[in-house]
């Protein structure tokens, strides 16, 4: 959706490094949500963020929901190989809950 | 345990047939949403329903069509006058107004038409 804006698009990273995965909306956000996904598989939920300048944490990621809540930002701390995925972020553009509008995805492998 | 169940997990068709993937879900859902993913892209909404006998059209339903007879299940149906229906599908469902729940995904159906 152009409503939503992934970045990067794919990201390569060495084993124990760190990385950010950002998504970003040219409307207000009501809420964010951040999905994994195995190839050919379902999405798994993560996180959900709805409040500007929310940050939760589960395991080593941590999403954050800027104060504007337009921009949000997914963290990983010393990557491991099961952190390899798809990555999508998805959003609700108003509070009537109907549409979840998505990402294109950001596609992370890791080096062991 | 609750889930959504989407099937068949592969399904092949020849060009010009119509075929229906199957999502049912045991959630208590009001709601169930269909998503088409393309390689290396996000997903796409193709229609969603808030509630039984009611449903509405995402940004790609041409030539697709789906029922909700129940609330359990929401069927998709790719008709022949879908262009390009080869990709992955994806069922979901959330709680009616729910805009602070995320949505619970099944685990998909690749459609393979030649």
């Known amino acids: 959706s152009q409503e939503l804006e992934q970045s990067p698009q794919s990201l390569i990273v060495q084993e124990g490094k760190n990385l950010t995965i950002n998504c970003t909306s040219s409307k207000t956000l009501y809420g964010l949500y951040w999905y994994k996904q195995k190839y050919g598989e379902g999405l798994i939920f993560l996180m959900m963020?709805?409040?500007?300048?929310e940050e939760k944490s589960h395991e080593k990621i941590t999403a954050k929901l800027d104060e504007k809540k337009q921009q949000s930002s997914l963290h990983i701390t010393a990557s491991q190989p099961s952190h390899a995925g798809i990555y999508l972020c998805g959003a609700d553009h108003n509070n009537a809950g109907n549409m979840l509008t998505f990402g294109g995805g950001t596609r992370l492998m890791v080096k062991p | 345990d609750g889930g959504i169940t989407q099937s068949p997990k592969y399904l092949f068709r020849k060009e010009g047939q119509n075929v229906t993937l199957s999502c049912e879900q045991n959630l208590n859902h009001d709601a169930m949403y269909w998503y088409r993913q393309d390689p290396g892209q996000g997903l796409r909404l193709i229609y969603y329903s808030q509630i039984v006998n009611d449903f509405q059209k995402g940004d790609i339903a041409e030539g697709y069509s789906v029922s909700r007879e129940k609330k359990e299940s929401f069927p998709l149906t790719v008709t022949s006058a879908q262009k390009n229906p080869t990709a992955f599908y994806l069922c979901?469902?959330?709680?009616?107004?729910?805009?602070?729940?995320?949505?619970?995904f099944g685990n998909g159906t690749r459609l393979t038409v030649t």
């Open positions: 963020l709805q409040k500007g300048g």
């Open positions: 979901a469902s959330r709680g009616r107004g729910s805009y602070n729940s995320p949505l619970h």
